[in-house]
């Protein structure tokens, strides 16, 4: 009898352990999508300033070529 109660409490523990393991799974997925997430809107944020800038340099670098070889 106490055999077969060990058993079962085994198994309650294993199944708590398993439950715990997937909870914690989910839990670190989430939040590593999350930062990941936050990684990207801050990249985002960072690189658009200097496209636009570099942009701006080399259409002023370009219009003054023009302007030296045209004279």
Request: charged residues 20%.
């Amino acid at each position: 009898m106490r055999e077969r109660e060990t058993v079962s409490q085994r198994k309650k523990v294993t199944l708590l352990t398993q439950r715990e393991q997937n909870i914690f799974t989910k839990t670190s997925q989430l939040v590593f999508s999350h930062a990941n997430y936050k990684n990207t809107q801050t990249t985002n944020k960072q690189t658009k300033p200097f496209a636009i800038s570099f942009l701006f340099w080399q259409l002023v670098s370009s219009a003054a070529l023009v302007i030296f070889c045209s004279f």
